[in-house]
Every structure is written in C-alpha cells, then in structure tokens.
C-alpha cells in the first residue's frame, strides 16, 4: 500500500529525512511519532506527492509517487484522503458546503454530492452541524469535518498529519477513536502524532522518527521508550 | 458535464466577486488601454486611408520630344496603356495645352502672338503610387520620349510619413497593450492569492488542474473582454462625437475616406481583450496554480 525506499529529503545541507524504508500494508493502522522536526510532515507530504524526495523512491496505492508529473498528481490524490497539519475549512462555506465543495471539485453530480455529504456527516457524527459556518464549531468539531471531507471520496489510504494538535486530551482521543472506526471499515490510516496520552492508549503500529532517522518501528505498541530515552518526559 | 461546468461557473463567478474594487480597477484598466488601442488604430486607419489616397493625385507627366509626330504620341499612349501597371493615359495634345496656358496667364502677359513652344505631353497614373518611379524609369528608354516628371521626391516623402505614422502608432499600441497584459496577470495573480484556501482545497481532493486553473482563466477572459466592450461604446461615441465637431470646422473634411466601420471595431476591441486576458490569465494560473 506504502513503501518507501531508501529515501531522502535535503533542504540544502539540512537533512528532513535521511534514508528512510517504509513498508505499510493495507488496512494498517500506524501512528508516526517523534519531537518537533524530526521530519513527519515532510515525511507524510512526499506520500501525497506535496514534495520530491531528493534520492530514493516511493510507492503509494501502486504508483511510484518520485516519478509523477504534476499532470498525474490529482489521479493519485483523488485515492487518498488528505489532512495536512494546517488545513483549515473554508471561512465562508458552511460544513455541508465545504464537503459539498470537495467532491464537486473532483466531479461529483448534484445528487451525489448530496447523497454523499449526508452518508459521510452522518459518519463522523456531524449531521446537525451541517448548517453551521467553521467558525461556528470547536476545534474537535472542525477536525471532524475536515475528516469528512477527507474521507468523502472514499479513499483507500487516509493520511493525517497532527488532527489532535491544538486539542485537549478528551477530544484527541475522540478523534483518534474516529480514525480507528474509519481504519476498521478497511481504510488504512497513518497519522503523526507527539500526543503520548493517545499513542498510548491505541495500542497500534508505531513508527518513531528522530532528526530524519526511522529510529524505532514496533507494531501495537505504546509510546516508544527510544523517544522516552532521547527525551526524557517533563514531569508536571 | 453539466455538474463539471456549473461548478467552473461558480467558482469564476466567485472569482469575479471576491475583490469587487480589484475587478473594476483591472477592467477598467484593459478599458482605458483598449480605448487607446482603438483610438491609434482608428487614426491609423484614417491616416493610413489619407496616405493611400493622396499618391492617387500624383500622376507622371510625360513630355515628347518637340519633333514627335501626333501618330508617335498616340503611338506611345497606346504602347504605355498596355503596361499592367498603368491605370490610365490622357494625351493633352500641344494646341489644348498651350490654350490653356495662354488663358491661365492671360491677364499677365499677352502670348497670343507667340509660336507654340510646348510638346505633346501624356498624363499617366499607375495602379500603386510605388509603381510610378519604375515605370517612369522605363518610359525614360523611349526614343520620342523628351523627359518624364515623376514626382518622385514628393511621393516619397507622403510614403515616408505614412511609414511613420504606422510605426509610431504600432509602438504605442503595442506598450500600451504590455500594460494591459501586465494588469491583468497581476490581477488574475491578486484573485488567484486570494483564492489559495479554495486552490489548496481543490489540489489536495485531487481536482484536475484543468478544473483549478479554468475559473481564473475564464476571468481574465471576462475582464478582458468587458475591457473591450466598454472600450469600443467609448471610442465610437467619442470618436461621432469629435468628428461630428471637426466637420464644423472644416467641412472639407468631409471628402476624406471613411474610418474604420463601428461593428468592426465592436468585435474586434473585445475580442482582442477576450485574448489578451485569456492569454496573461493563463499565463498567472500557470504559474501560480500547482498541484
Ligand atoms: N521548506 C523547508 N525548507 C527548509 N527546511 C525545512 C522545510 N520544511 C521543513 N524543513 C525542516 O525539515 C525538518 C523536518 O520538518 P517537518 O515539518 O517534517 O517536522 P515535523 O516532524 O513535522 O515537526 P512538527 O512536529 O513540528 O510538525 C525541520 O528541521 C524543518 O526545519
Ligand atoms: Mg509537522
């Protein structure tokens, strides 16, 4: 579903990412975790496309992602459900609208996009804040619908980068409750997280970046204690 | 399909709206430019029209030698008229032309008295006025022939000035459509920037960058074209108007060709900003709307 091989991304002498294998199979849940710039995002954008690594290849839903023209970008987008780390609703759509949006962007008829945007509102337990404008919701509401929007076209593969940032604890774990019911209907899931509480808590895949190194990769388990030992936890 | 194009609609409608001030600014900018590019292109039109009219009035004289014979004049006039150049030959016999003369100066000087010292003479007109130097060059090799007054300097001064006229116009025109071609890809760029949420919406569900680019395009299009339309109303009332004026003040302006026709420049005018804003729009969208 996911591979990486031996990939690298250089921003001038800085390496985000240093030689990276990746295998992520289909209908697998998987947390990224690691301190701020160890290199999720950039690692989760080369996955969508967003950015070009600078040695190694990349495979996603069976396209080699490296080798895509612009062109052929959207093909691959329109398989995967997308929630980069700041990806905020449309300000003057209402939540029907912004999902409504999405998917007639990419084609959907009138009464498929009604049909649609109600099934998948329902699904993350939004329909009656359908009339709402964002800034009418709560950050959890918000990340609800920007899962929905991401998951409206029904992608195989869902990539979230941080949905529990800015949120508190009850919330986070709401919402990673969500993308584990989304994962169980066969989605596969990779998120990136330095929420310990929910790593915890999920008992899934984790995968420990540090400084662009894979540094650990342990199936359901909890918050690596590589990370724990290069970081020690701040007592409160 | 009809979802596809109501949602490209949409989405340009949304376009046009969002920077009311901006849309007006950058139309009535092409507007003005357009104005411009109408009115140089109607002048040189008229001038253009002037230009090729006056060499008409310029016609060669060809003067026998004294001791041709009337069958030689009409001789020439005949072999001269066969020439795919020329339009037309009059032959002003000796008689008429020194009557003339001799009536033209008449409350001068008395020549009555006085033996006829003109020849034969051939008044002749080509086709193209810069026909006339080759032409009177090859009536120069004609044995009856006594000299063969060309006008030549006279004509290459008027084609010089219409040289000019043109150049000069279509240097302004082209500035003054660069200006316009920049305001409209720096418009289209402002909307497109003001438009990021919605662009980063569509590249990350996947829509094509057909779907992504199109809406600002077809707003350059309109922008353009507006441009254009207001342009053409303008130039047309201003230009009845000023001729309306002129035409009061010298009637005998009244005998110039016409300008150019007002539905010409109703297409045209648009049309050209429709392209020119399609064009610079497409440009932006291509620049600055990535997947
Ligand atoms: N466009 C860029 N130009 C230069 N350096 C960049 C760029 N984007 C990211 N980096 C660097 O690459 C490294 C990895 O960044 P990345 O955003 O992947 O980290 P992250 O793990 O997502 O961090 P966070 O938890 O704060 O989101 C960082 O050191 C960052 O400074
Ligand atoms: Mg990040």
Known sequence: MVELRKVSVEYGEHHALHQVDLLVERGEFVFLVGTTGAGKSTLLKLLYGALKPTEGRIWVLGTEVNRLKPREIPTLRRQLGIIPQDYPLLPRKTVWENIAYALSAIGYNESAVRQRVAQVLARVGMSDRARYYPDQLSGGEAQRVAIARAIANRPPLLIADEPTANLDPETSWEIIDLLLQINLRGTTVIVSTHNRAIVDRARQRVVALDRGRIISDVPHAGYPVELDRLYPPIPL | ?291
């Open chain 2, 1 to 291: 399909m009809i979802a596809r194009l109501r949602f490209l609609w949409n989405e340009t409608w949304q376009a046009l709206r969002r920077n009311p001030l901006l849309q007006v600014a950058s139309i009535s900018t092409a507007c003005v430019a357009l104005v411009l590019v109408g009115v140089v292109g109607m002048t040189l039109y008229k001038l253009d029209a002037v230009a090729q009219m006056l060499p008409k009035q310029f016609e060669t004289e060809v003067f026998l030698k004294f001791e041709a014979t009337r069958e030689q004049a009409l001789e020439l006039k005949a072999k001269l008229e066969a020439m795919p150049e020329v339009a037309r030959v009059t032959l002003v016999p000796r008689e008429q032309a020194w009557a003339e003369e001799q009536a033209r100066l008449a409350s001068e000087i008395n020549l009555k008295d006085l033996p006829n010292p003109l020849p034969d003479k051939l008044v002749l007109a080509t086709h193209q006025p810069d026909q006339l130097p080759a032409v009177a060059e090859r009536i120069r090799q004609e044995p009856t022939v006594d000299e063969v007054i060309d006008q030549r300097e006279t004509l290459r001064q008027v084609l010089a000035t219409a040289r000019l006229v043109r150049m000069v116009g279509l240097s302004a025109i082209s500035l003054l459509l660069l200006s316009a071609i920049l305001l409209i890809y720096n418009t289209v760029r402002l909307t497109i920037y003001s438009r990021q949420r919605e662009v980063r919406v569509m590249a990350l569900v996947g829509a094509s960058l057909f779907t992504m680019r199109t809406p600002f395009i077809l707003e350059g299009i309109v922008q353009g074209g507006l441009g254009g339309l207001v342009g053409a109303t303008l130039v047309l009332v201003g230009a009845g108007l000023i001729s309306d004026y002129t035409l009061q003040l010298w009637p005998f302006l009244r005998d110039l060709p016409p300008g150019l026709p007002p539905s010409l420049l109703l297409v045209s005018l648009p049309g050209l900003g429709a392209l020119i804003g399609g064009l610079c729009a497409g440009w932006a969208a291509q620049r600055f709307v990535r997947v």
